[in-house]
Nanobody, 122 residues
Framework: QMQLVESGGGLVQPGGSLRLSCTASGFTLANYAVAWFRQAPGQEREAVLCISSGSSGGTTTYADAVKGRFTLSRENAKNTVYLQMNNLNPDDTGIYYC?????????????WGQGTQVNVSS
């Protein structure tokens, strides 16, 4: 069964950092682009970042607000993609989701996992 699980969320103070994980089971995540999305309270889900598959592994940023603060990386041995979030602010609060795609796209899948909750508050 193909499954993605997000983890690593929590409560952090403004200016702090978190690293979220997107771990796959049942398939090889390295063969797919992985996009991260987030949904703030009362708002629609938005695309944040995407890392391409293959050796190029380039990152596409969809949300201007995260430029220079959020980065993506892969750890293929763990079948995992990480979202490193630095200098967090309250606007980054929300549920974060990942999705495996054939190529990077700001459009999400039809079905979503549970996501991981990020709260940025003092």
């Amino acid at each position: 069964q193909m499954q993605l699980v997000e983890s690593g969320g929590g409560l952090v103070q403004p200016g702090g950092s978190l690293r979220l994980s997107c771990t796959a089971s049942g398939f090889t995540l390295a063969n797919y682009a992985v996009a991260w999305f987030r949904q703030a309270p009362g708002q629609e889900r938005e695309a944040v970042l995407c890392i391409s598959s293959g050796s190029s592994g380039g990152t596409t940023t969809y949300a201007d607000a995260v430029k220079g603060r959020f980065t993506l990386s892969r750890e293929n041995a763990k079948n995992t993609v990480y979202l490193q979030m630095n200098n967090l602010n309250p606007d980054d609060t929300g549920i974060y989701y990942c999705a495996a795609r054939y190529y990077c796209s700001p459009y999400g899948p039809d079905e979503w996992g549970q996501g991981t909750q990020v709260n940025v508050s003092s």
